[in-house]
């Protein structure tokens, strides 16, 4: 993998050079995932994103170019992740087009409110489908193409996965789900040279989803007084944490589930609208 080595802007704020690096997003092309994909972009990496939508897809690596190094150009791919031949392809063509991944984000993901009792049988489980088999298919594939040793993989979580939600059990269930295949492929890869972390954002300003959870401006304060940091994050919140694990800097962290949420789940995850 290319030197990731890290530096402080006059700013204060950390600045990664992933030159070199091969880095992968799947769910890639819009919300955080997009962000965590133009933060490997802006600090040198090659990216590719993948979406289920070709025209989303194509827009967001179009989006991405404008931000890698003159003459590179981010790939757009298209898979559900739900199918694994179709993600068994995405990897064939990024080996034959890109070659070995250094840095893999699985970030695909599906919700909906809904109460347990009130929920199908098939909405639970499109929902654990797409969050925890799409996952498995996603790293299960994924581990031929990584760069070995030296690879990162960066599994997004969610605070469902920590805290109960009303409203989110196929969620809390899928979630969960992924943060203990991090810690067990964290074990089983180790070895290999392979680290493999989960990221949980808090809430997140600009974002579908606190676009849904807190639509007026009384809400968005309500969200606002349960973080600690008394802020919402940003997209680049949940990237520099990205960036600083796949870095050299977070070269002996693995199995780690880390929160990106300005300490919201430390104080409950909780809100009183």
């Known amino acids: 993998m290319a030197d990731t080595s890290i530096e ?14 091969n880095v992968l997003v799947f769910g890639g092309t819009s919300g955080i995932n997009l962000g965590i994909a133009e933060g490997f972009a802006r600090s040198g990496a090659s990216v590719a994103v993948v979406g289920r939508k070709p025209d989303k897809a194509e827009a967001a690596a179009a989006g ?9 150009g981010a790939r757009a791919y298209t898979a559900d992740v739900r199918d694994l031949e ?30 347990a009792n009130a929920m199908s049988a098939n909405g639970f489980k499109a929902v654990v489908d797409i969050d925890l088999l799409g996952s498995f298919h996603v ?37 969960a789900g992924v943060d203990m ?14 680290r493999v972390n989960s990221v949980i954002p808090g809430p997140i300003d600009g ?48 199995g780690a589930i880390l ?4 300490g919201w789940l430390a104080a409950g995850a909780r809100l009183n609208f």
Not at 222 to 245: E, N, S, W
Request: proline share 4%; hydrophobic share 50%; charged share 20%.
């Open 64 to 72: 991405l170019s404008e931000m890698m190094l003159a003459g590179a």
């Open 207 to 254: 974002t579908e989803g606190m676009a849904r959870l807190a639509p007026t401006d009384k809400m968005r304060q309500a969200v606002i007084k349960a973080v600690p940091m008394a802020r919402m994050g940003t997209v680049d919140d949940v990237a520099q944490a990205c960036l600083f694990l796949a870095s050299d800097a977070g070269r002996y962290v693995s």
């Open 139 to 175: 790293l299960k594939t994924g581990f031929d193409h990584l760069r070995r040793p030296g690879a990162s993989v960066i599994n997004i979580s969610a605070p469902q996965a920590e805290v109960a939600m009303a409203l989110q059990a196929h969620v809390c269930a899928a979630k």
């Open 181 to 194: 295949l991090t810690k067990t492929l964290a074990i089983e890869w180790g070895g290999k040279g392979v």
């Open 8 to 21: 402080s802007n006059h700013a204060g704020r950390a600045t990664f050079d992933f030159s070199g690096a």
């Open 86 to 115: 179709a993600v068994e392809a995405v990897y064939a063509r990024h080996a034959d087009e890109v070659g070995p991944v250094d840095v893999l984000v699985s970030g695909a993901a599906g919700n909906f409110p809904a109460l």
């Open 259 to 262: 929160p990106a949420d300005g």
